[in-house]
């Protein structure tokens, strides 16, 4: 029996024992009390009339009270609803009709009385997906099987979509037969709850399955959690950590001033980034890049710490060594070109600040290439390692000496008042390279020519700096070697012989002298000619033709270059243009070479651009620009920016011989060049010298590491090319190949041409 019927029960009983008691007690009262019937009549009658109101009262006050309970709990449930947001439902079982509140039906975006109140409807709109589910345990409660229906599952809106809903109910009424007749229940939206249950699963996935390491700290900086990674990268498992300070994994690489730098920024920043030493449980140092952020509560305050890190060790020790490799001679371990170059120029800077002299000495051994010929390269080696050692030890502390290649080294001496400043150390590096060597029972003796020249005296540019000290030490060769010249800025014929030079080379442009050559560049594998290389020639009315080394040198950073620089540009469009008008069939690249001086103008993107506009019929995208000297190039964050501005145009990006000067891995990393160029003095011998077979090696190594092509220079020979290909690299140009061609002779070389490999 339910609890309203047995309400009901006890309030009849209550009246009939009530109505009983009061009919015997007041007729025994009357008969007492009155003996003349009629007037025991009149007063049973007055005495039924006063029950029946009195209990009339009586029960108006007990329906009244109880059904303003009822409106008030009725009331209530509907502000309950309300404010909840849940719809009813009450379905009648026999009929498969339901009704459904206005809550419910708002909820799914109906208005009222629209939503069809049947159970077919209803179910229609379950997601296919959870229908089964949803029936399973509806049947199981109708069935008697559990105390109440509760599922959760997806329904469609009117809009289409669909929200997610707990559906809860319950048979509150059943036949004779225990079949249910009525059922009751609601609707909750619990969309946002699953959407949330869906972020916090996935929020945990991810931490557990970073591949980062996590930690957490409370805003005491207590761990709190870490995650797999972490326990991965550190070697501390979670339960070693939990309650500790990340203290415990510092390495002690560190100052205190670091750490205090990184907590000012994290808490006036919200967060610190950056490169960290830390040490792992068994001892051993790693390097991570972390990310500490910093979580506030609602009040502002800070709740938590998040730090977020990965072992780049590995990066870092490959990145040390090609920095090392790019930066130092692989043999001596002597800084090479590309850092002398870098230690020149801080040098020269810190010089002019203070107002003191500098020294440049180019070294080149005598006698070295005899040894190296007749006992092997081996032997070769040895006594250069000696002599660097030695050569190394004459210098005082500051000073910078580097291996340039071959037999040669540069000595940088700074901080100098006076020539006699650093003439005591260039007599010491004299004496190093001239005392004998004992090497696997033999003696070799050799000797050292040297020219120096000091700066700001000779007040050039680095390079031209070195160059002045390499004319030195020629003449120092040409005066009986093993002794030191001092290059004479005011008198040195070479300066005369250069100024005289650049006049002609500025009369030949203005008579248009000038011609552009052609050497092919194939692909080895294939055999297919995949490009051309426009070169510079001069035909001068007195020498006749003349190569670029008999005159460019004289150019470099001087505004000429940037002149004929322009024409060789647009010589080129014009050919291509020539070419494309008599129809015949040319390689999708022809490659010309620009100088440092020229693409740092400010202007050279729109110099470019009036070019090719001049040659619409020329598609930019056959051009490729090849960058020569780029250890000239001072302003690297401009030269990149042109590069990206002219690779708008459509043209392509070279870096040409690659491997010589004091070109940097700066460039390399962020030129956006996409060809490297191996120069050719290392490709011609690298059969025969272990050493340029091995820069070879790097610099395709290099090219491949920075996802560069690879181009090789100087192919003499079938030899070459099966070496590179070896190697890896496919294209290539050389003589080995085709020597540089008039425009004319092309189209029929291309026709003939059959590769030896």
């Known amino acids: 029996m339910n609890t309203v019927w047995m309400s009901a029960l006890r309030i009849s009983i209550i009246y009939v024992i009530i109505g009983g008691i009061w009919i015997i007690t007041s007729d025994q009262a009357l008969s007492y009390f009155f003996a003349d019937k009629q ?105 008697g099987k559990t105390d109440s229906y509760i599922n959760e599952h997806r329904i469609r809106c009117k809009n289409g979509r669909y929200k997610w809903v707990q559906d809860s109910g319950r048979v509150i009424t059943r036949d004779e037969n225990g079949h249910p007749v009525r059922v009751v229940g609601t609707h909750s939206d619990i969309t946002t709850r699953k959407e949330a249950d869906e972020k916090l699963k996935l929020a945990n996935t991810v931490f557990t399955h970073a591949y980062e390491g996590i930690l957490v700290t409370d805003a005491d900086s207590k761990i709190i959690e870490v995650n797999e990674a972490f326990s991965r990268i550190t070697g501390y498992s979670r339960e070693d950590v939990i309650g500790q300070s990340p203290k415990i994994l510092q390495s002690g690489n560190h100052s205190p001033e670091f750490y205090e730098e990184m907590w000012h920024l994290i808490r006036t920043e919200g967060y610190w980034s950056g490169e960290l030493s830390n040490r792992h449980k068994n001892g051993q140092l790693f390097v ?51 850092l002398l170059a870098d230690r020149l120029k801080q040098s020269m800077a810190r010089c002019q600040r203070h107002q003191q002299l500098l020294a440049v000495a180019f070294i080149d051994l005598d006698g070295f290439k005899q040894v190296n010929d007749r006992y092997g390269h081996e032997v070769g080696d040895k006594l250069l390692v000696t002599i660097s ?19 040669e080294f540069i000595a940088v001496l700074t901080e100098l008042n006076v020539f006699d400043d650093c003439e005591s150390v260039i007599e010491r590096l004299l004496v190093a390279s001239s005392e004998s060597i004992s090497i696997d029972d033999k003696t070799f003796s050799v000797s050292a020519s040297i020219g120096v020249t000091l700066f700001p ?54 008579n248009d002298e000038f011609v552009m050559h052609y050497q092919p560049i194939v692909n080895m594998r294939t055999g297919s000619v995949v490009g051309l290389e426009g070169l510079l020639r001069w035909q001068s009315p ?22 004929l620089g322009e024409w060789v540009i647009h010589a080129v469009l014009k050919q291509i243009s020539l070419w ?52 000239a190039l001072e302003d690297i964050e401009n030269v990149s920016n042109t590069m990206s501005a002219c690779a708008q145009l459509g043209v392509k ?31 011609r011998d690298m059969l025969v010298d272990e050493d340029d077979l091995a820069i070879v090696k790097g610099v395709i190594g290099l090219a491949n590491a920075f996802q560069r092509g690879v181009i090789a220079e100087g192919v003499e020979s079938a030899e070459h090319g099966k070496a ?31 590769p030896q490999w």
Request: glycine share 4%; charged share 25%; net charge negative.
């Open 39 to 143: 007037s025991v009549v009149e007063l049973q009658t007055i005495k039924g009339w006063f029950f029946i109101i009195a209990t009339g009262f009586i029960l108006f006050w007990l329906v009244y009270r109880q059904l303003s309970n009822m409106n008030e709990a009725e009331e209530r449930l509907r502000y309950a609803l309300n404010a909840s947001g849940d719809g009813v439902w009450d379905w009648d079982v026999p009929s498969s009709k339901v009704w459904y509140s206005k809550q419910l039906q708002t909820m799914l975006g109906y208005e009222n009385g629209e939503f069809s109140n049947s159970l077919d409807e209803w179910s229609s709109r379950v997601h296919p997906d959870d229908i089964e589910s949803v029936m399973n345990e509806l049947q199981l409660h109708l069935d």
């Open 389 to 407: 050692n030695r050569m190394k030890q004459a210098l005082r502390e500051g000073d910078t000496l580097a291996r340039i290649g071959g037999d």
């Open 653 to 683: 990006f070279a870096i040409d011989d690659f491997g010589t000067g004091y070109s940097s891995l700066t460039y390399l990393k962020h030129l956006p060049a996409e060809i490297i160029k191996i120069d050719q003095s290392f490709v």
């Open 457 to 510: 005296e000779d007040s050039v540019d680095a390079d031209i700096l070195m160059r002045h000290a390499d004319h030195a030490m020629y003449t120092a060769k040409q005066l009986g070697k093993n002794r030191y010249h001092l290059f004479d800025v005011n008198q040195d014929d070479a300066i005369r012989s250069h100024r005289k030079q650049l006049l002609h080379i500025e009369r030949a442009l203005e």
């Open 542 to 563: 007195e020498e006749g033709l003349l190569p670029p080394g008999a005159f460019l040198p004289y150019i470099e950073n001087n505004p000429i270059s940037v002149n």
């Open 724 to 754: 590179l290909l070896k190697l890896g690299c496919e294209q290539a140009q050389g003589f080995g190949i085709a020597k540089p061609m008039p425009a004319e002779r092309v189209p029929e070389w291309i026709e003939e041409w059959k």
């Open 288 to 338: 991570e890049m972390l990310t500490i952020s910093e979580i506030r509560d609602e009040e502002g305050n800070a709740a938590n710490y998040v730090a977020l890190f990965s072992d780049i060790t590995h990066i870092r020790a490959q990145q040390m060594a090609l920095e090392r490799l790019a930066s130092y001679d692989p043999l001596t371990s002597l800084p090479n070109r590309i």
């Open 580 to 631: 494309q008008a008599a129809q015949v069939t040319m390689p999708d690249m022809i490659s010309i070479n620009i100088s440092a001086l020229q693409i740092e103008q400010a202007n050279f993107a729109d110099r470019l651009a009036s070019l090719l506009n001049a040659h619409p019929e020329v598609d930019p995208h056959k051009i490729e620009l090849e960058i020569l000297e780029t250890s």
